[in-house]
T-cell receptor, first 115, second 111 residues
Framework: DAGVTQSPTHLIKTRGQQVTLRCSPK?????VSWYQQALGQGPQFIFQ???????QRGNFPDRFSGHQFPNYSSELNVNALLLGDSALYLC??????????????FGSGTQLSVL | EDQVTQSPEALRLQEGESSSLNCSYT??????LFWYRQDPGKGPEFLFT???AGEEKEKERLKATLTKKESFLHITAPKPEDSATYLC????????????FGKGTKLSVKP
């Protein structure tokens, strides 16, 4: 049973460019959340997708956008990259049927470096 | 504002030397407190969920406890393979699932 898979694992971009990160949730999960983890910090919630709609959003600018496909996979897009966007981007999935997000399953992340 | 503070930032132990990690939280209506383990270059791995004060959960050498203001992760007789960053997170009552994480405690266990 494959867990949460993310691609690519590493990415280098320059300021002002745009980037797309991809995530496939764990089998049986239909809710996908994205988190940003800067070096030495805990993960910060970006947004959550369920039934192909953004359901909740953290304190991130509109440069951060996402999408969820009918097969529950998801993309995170970041426009006009800034140096401060350099971080590990984590995707987490969960089954919506649970009352809480117990056992959020995380992927290994995409390490984004902005030069 | 919902907030999670973990201490210490880093902890070095000798193999077999038991200790505790602290997680203090301020949240409007706690729905759950979560402990995760994160190895370098990997995503967080779920350890425990605690829901109410007085609750305790154990897994191998780890034991998590919860009060109304903080949680402790007790590590008994740690081994080098327990070396990792331990993250604490809370889910607030008004949220629909997002977690608020602390900065983590980086644990190193030397043989």
């Amino acid at each position: 049973d494959a867990g949460v898979t993310q691609s690519p694992t590493h990415l280098i971009k320059t300021r002002g460019q745009q980037v797309t990160l991809r995530c496939s949730p764990k089998s049986g999960h239909d809710t996908v959340s994205w988190y940003q983890q800067a070096l030495g910090q805990g993960p910060q919630f970006i947004f959550q997708y369920y039934e192909e709609e953004e359901r909740q959003r953290g304190n991130f600018p509109d440069r951060f956008s996402g999408h969820q496909f009918p097969n529950y996979s998801s993309e995170l897009n970041v426009n006009a990259l800034l140096l401060g966007d350099s971080a590990l981007y984590l995707c987490a999935s969960s089954p919506r049927t649970h009352a809480t997000n117990e056992k959020l399953f995380f992927g290994s992340g995409t390490q984004l470096s902005v030069l | 504002e919902d907030q999670v503070t973990q201490s210490p930032e880093a902890l070095r132990l000798q193999e077999g030397e038991s200790s505790s990690l602290n997680c203090s939280y301020t949240v409007s209506g706690l729905r759950g407190l979560f402990w995760y383990r994160q190895d370098p270059g990997k995503g967080p791995e779920f350890l425990f969920t605690l829901y109410s004060a007085g609750e305790e959960k154990e897994k191998e050498r780890l034991k998590a406890t919860l009060t109304k203001k903080e949680s402790f992760l007790h590590i008994t007789a740690p081994k080098p393979e327990d070396s990792a960053t331990y993250l604490c997170a809370v889910q607030a009552g008004g949220s629909q699932g997002n977690l608020i994480f602390g900065k983590g405690t980086k644990l190193s266990v030397k043989p």
